[in-house]
């Protein structure tokens, strides 16, 4: 008796609460979502969120609010995560390779597997630059010179155990030359050593190519298919090295986040990500479009973990 | 449009309210101890995005130049830096309040300022293409004995004792070591904490390592905090005048210092006050009042650091190679708004750099009478408010402001830790500056040091490569100077002495 009344009190109850709940989602966003850069302002990850953020508001009547939260190459960010609330309403940028080869390290205060990922959005291929005026015309010029040298041509790049460095050794391997990487604070600082002749080529990113078009070149880029701003630069691929690579930018969630938000906010990104308008702006400053949705993630993780973390031991960046 | 539009173009009602409005944002959020030049420019991206480029770049110029200036407050009045750009500001800024200058100090610290802003500025205007090539000239060595050449100041900070420097510096570099290693990843010091995984961020320690002994000791003695005057004596913009008037070959090699300083990407604010410090207390007559309240000391870091604004704009528009790290946000400003800096910016899009440029010009004329009223009033307000409401006060501000630079609570924390050590080891005559240099130096050098010791390995060459460019060489030079010239000069005095005697 009791419990059909209970039945009878809480159906309709419950069946409002649902409906309260459904409209919930099919609001979110309902306020301002607030997106943290784990890295500094002005660099790669800074920007690209940048380019996001004009376009969510606009098509969602509700601002991104970028924060930055830097230190220890992204980890200090990652590691707080998963404390922050999870509601949907704060996110947070996550990066390729840093994600995989940081945990494997050392103990950095968050494991790959404990980011809820929810949407790569984008990556900046792997490419190989040189100063307009170098002797390299092509790839094929720059493995002569170093197979006769061995040792002798030096790189700038990004940090250690970046999608740079990890190029590099990659490509060392399969070219069976022998260069030397320079580390260096970051694109900028990396770029600056090879405009200023310090170092003979610098790997770097088809961006760098897009933002100095006057003064570098690019021998061979990282991806499937050429890059649309770079029509005239092979691919690697084509000339016979089995490379796809770049720093991988997506968005994660603190791990208490519900299941359906997640759903929506990667179709959120999705949307984005389909807007020509977008397109063109990133494909413009030399950036590649991929679109991992919260299904796809899985496999692409699982896909990604194997090929960085060879690539990491290769380096000697983890043991 | 030849110059004369672009001024006119830069002079509009609506660029004048932005550039007045940027530097009195810019003086405020400098003063505050924590909130830097770089986290202003960043939270005000979203508002240029429906700008013209150019008014951007104004509001953004604007608001740079002021904080960069408004750092010279909290470093007179509370000994500590606002900015990392105003260390070297506390060194004669602090004795000055404490004698009762600190007004004369605040208003010579704006007309150094705008000294500094303007001749970083009219550099841009006329040299920006040539001078971009600095910023290549410089490779890792040379950024490398650029380090070494601050640390030599240490002998010139430590106050006579100059075996507790180094100690101070040793420890700082020591710090500068912690956390992820920038270059090599390596995670270094941590002893297993992730409070230390970040590092320690260079303005907590400065707010710790200054300004938190100085609350301690306001608390532990009974004295007021600055000595007053009873008569209000204005500006004292007459008293300061002359004295700028006196030392202006002071101000102009502090301020070209600066500038080039500025267009080294890998140094900023903080190196070109240093250098600029300590080339002012070398050519100085009056060596040993610096550290004691010697006004040139703070007009030469004053100005160095405003010229750095200009400066830096130089590689970043050139050839977008950000100069200093608001430089960086400001060019990722640029990207989203579908600028592309380079050499063809001056030429073909004259309307944008041409205009912006004078709009900098604009606000670092209007920053001297803003400048002058924040500062008196920023005065006024410290002086004259209770020990009981100051003290409070300040160390809120310091909590907030350390917390906001990352938005991390370890910052909080190591800020507090090295305050207290700080407080500890000035009982025992440690200053904080040594350890502040070694912790900002350390990492320059080191990664100086190990870039160029690959490359020249890579090329066999390593003793060309540290001893044999010629910048190298000529910083190489300043350093033997700098450590020997005391040396040399007080054995001429003695031989001078003596052979006077005879």
Redesign the interface.
Known sequence: MLTTIKRVILAPLTAALMILSAGAIAEYPEKAISY?IPF????ES??TA??Q??FFKKKFGK?LV????????G??GW?QLNKMPGDGYNIMGVNLPHIIVKPL?????FKTDDLALIHMFHYTPDAVVVNIDSQFKTLQDLIDHAKKNP????FSGS????ANHLAQVTFDKLAGTKT?Y????GT??S???L?????MGQWGYTSVGA??S?KVRLLAVAMEQRHPRFPDVPTFKELGFDIVSGAYRGIAVPNSTPEDIRVKLSSLIDQINADAAFKQ?ME??GFALVNVDYKGMKAFMEEKRKGYAAAAKEAG?IK | MDSLGYLLAALTPYHVALAIGGVVAGTVVGSLPGLTA??A??VL??IT?SMEPASALILMGAIYTGAIYGGAYAAILLNTPGTPSAIATTFDGYPMAKRGDGDLAITLACIASVCGGLVGALFLLFLAPPLANV??????VEYFWLAILGLTLISALSQGNLLKGLIGACFGLLLSCI??A????D?RLTF?S?TL???I?TVSALIGLYCIPVLIDLVATPDRHLKVEDVSRGFRLHEALDISWRSKFNLARSSVLGTLVGIL??AGGSIAGLVAYSEARRSSKQQQDFGHGAPEGVQATESANNATVGGGFIPTLV????GT?P???I???L??Q?V?????LFTEHGSIVYVFIWGLLLATVLMLPIGLLIGRYAYRSIVTVPKALLVPTVAFMTLIGTYAI???V?DVAIMIVLGVLGWVLGRFGFSASPIVLGLILGSIAE?GFV?GW??G???DDLWGQFFGRPISVGIFAFILLSLFSPLLLSRFRVKRELTGAD
């Open positions: 943290v500094g302002p002005g660099g800074d920007i940048r380019h953020q004009p601002d970028i924060s930055y939260k830097p230190g220890g190459g980890a200090v590691a390290q050392k103990d950095v205060g040792g002798k041509v030096t940090g250690k155990g970046t030397t320079v580390a260096f604070k900028g600082a770029v600056t050593a405009l200023g002749n310090q170092v933002k100095h006057d702006k413009n400053d960046v | 770089t986290m420019v960043a991206i979203p995005f910023a290549l000239s410089f490779g890792p956390g992820v920038e270059i090599s990843a995670v297993g992730q995984l970040g590092g961020e990407p890998g050839l977008g190679i950000p790290p430089d960086a946000v060019l990722g400003a990207l989203i579908g592309r800096t380079g050499p063809n990352r938005n991390s370890s990664q870039q690959i490359i390995a890579a090329a």
